[in-house]
């Protein structure tokens, strides 16, 4: 447990890292690129930043186990899916809708970790589980109900969720790691890993890496630095100072701010099912959260 200091500075960083976060949805949206090019760059840029702290990092990956660099692979790998499936889902989906689903990562975790991992789940953690379902569920039905004017919210919806259980795997893939491996070589590592996830992805699919306009190119360095640096890479510094089980609740606070600055920037308002199924999901989500860890 961090001492006293320690632990108010890393709960000022996740609130930090939360505000940092609730720009991502926005940034993808005011963007005219291709969703997977955005992906990439945010990662490829987030890399770059963080190339000028690295000094040392060599020596400490040359002592990093096989096994250990390979899960840190398979995290990389995962994360670029999270990025690909959810960045398609924001232009698809409403922002409150698809930020909200793709934070329901504590339910997926605590299934993983119990079909993977034999961890024990209590009748707390199935509870949230399923309130979080049954508020998946709600959201989606205003998609059914023609209730939105998003262009294809089942879809978006959809892959929201495939993005939160992808980011589960991620998270899961390398919670033992950074027991063992310090911030700067695991995140670069993983960083590096999902870009060339990400750059085989968009190879195959035959998008343009270059030839865009000079407001494009601020938004993928907006992305590295705000949901990228202040937000994703600090979220791994706090967790290292402050229970996990704290930082998954805290990020409930992102689909929250997501959804008043959609409302303040693009006059997104979300409907009333919408709202409701949202409510239920970050209760359901909370529940689990402060189970998993009781």
């Known amino acids: 447990m961090a001492r ?4 108010q500075v890393a709960l000022a960083a996740v ?14 949206r005011a963007g005219d690129a291709p969703e997977p090019v955005m992906a990439f760059y945010r990662v490829v840029f987030t890399v770059c930043l963080l190339l000028p702290l690295a000094r040392g990092t060599g020596a400490e990956l040359s002592r990093v186990s096989r096994r250990d660099l390979l899960a840190a692979g398979v995290a990389g790998l995962a994360l670029a899916a999270h990025f690909a499936s959810w960045f398609e889902s924001v232009d698809r989906t409403t922002i409150a809708a698809s930020t909200t689903l793709v934070q ?22 199935v509870g949230g589980i399923l309130v979080a379902v049954v508020g998946v569920g709600t959201m989606s039905a205003e998609g059914l109900l023609g209730g939105t004017t998003a262009p294809a919210p089942l879809l978006g919806n959809a892959l929201a969720v495939v993005g939160a259980v992808t980011g589960a795997a991620y ?12 911030l700067l070589p695991y995140v670069l590592v993983v960083y590096s890993v999902a870009a060339v996830g990400l750059l085989v992805s968009l190879l195959v699919q035959g998008q343009p890496l270059l030839g865009y306009a000079a407001h494009e190119w601020a938004l993928f360095l907006g992305m590295a630095v705000g949901p990228g640096i202040l937000g994703h890479t600090l979220i791994n510094w706090a967790l290292e100072h402050v229970q996990s ?15 008043i600055l959609a ?3 693009f006059g997104e308002i979300p409907g009333v099912i919408t709202l409701i199924g949202g409510a239920v ?3 359901g989500i909370v529940v689990t959260a402060r189970a998993y860890r009781e």
Not at 15 to 28: D, E, M, P
């Open 281 to 283: 999901v970050i209760t």
């Open 263 to 265: 409302a303040l920037v």
């Open 104 to 125: 329901t990562q504590p339910i997926f975790v605590a299934v993983g970790a119990f079909l993977l991992l034999d961890e024990r789940v209590t009748r707390k953690v």
């Open 15 to 28: 609130a930090v890292a939360v505000l940092a976060a609730s720009t991502s949805a926005i940034l993808i």
């Open 4 to 7: 006293f200091g320690e632990r």
């Open 245 to 259: 089980s704290l930082v998954s609740v805290s990020l409930v606070g992102e689909p929250v701010g997501s959804t």
């Open 171 to 182: 998270w899961l893939s390398g919670r033992s790691i950074r027991q063992r491996v310090s």
